[in-house]
């Protein structure tokens, strides 16, 4: 089962020494989260969706009706200039797809996507490099 984003970022800021950051991170390896650290760090990356007024979910973690491991593949709906993107996107049409996937989501992983967009999810010590040790080769 893969762990919520909110948790594998607070399991991370818990570890003491970098070793054990890099633990985590390695831990939780996988395509999607990849993707997202990708997202985070990649300069080549510009999301262009204003953060619209949502109301956050109140069901327990992991009740949601979403995940953001889900939601991932889908966020280059939200980057500018992405190939994959649909022509006319933006604006409201596009605030209000965003608005479904930050109300589907359990509100600490609404947060951290809210966060994603401006690039500083405010985790300390989650830097390019320590994801790049963590994943020789990885693309940022």
Not at 88 to 111: R, V, W
């Amino acid at each position: 089962m893969i762990a919520l984003y909110s948790e594998i970022l607070d399991e991370f800021d818990k570890a003491e020494t970098r070793a054990e950051k890099i633990a985590v991170l390695r831990k939780h390896d996988h395509p999607r989260f990849r993707e997202f650290l990708w997202y985070l760090f990649s300069p080549d990356v510009k999301f262009d969706v204003e953060i619209p007024n949502y109301k956050p979910s109140s069901e327990p973690a992991g009740l949601n009706m979403s995940y953001l491991h889900m939601e991932i593949t889908k966020l280059y709906r939200f980057i500018e200039n992405h190939p994959k993107r649909p022509a006319g996107l933006f604006g409201k049409k596009q605030q209000n797809l965003f608005i479904g996937i930050l109300e589907s989501l359990h509100k600490d992983e609404a947060e951290i996507l809210v966060k994603l967009t401006s690039k500083d999810l405010k985790v300390k010590y989650l830097t390019e490099n320590i994801v790049k040790e963590a994943f020789p080769g990885i693309n940022l």
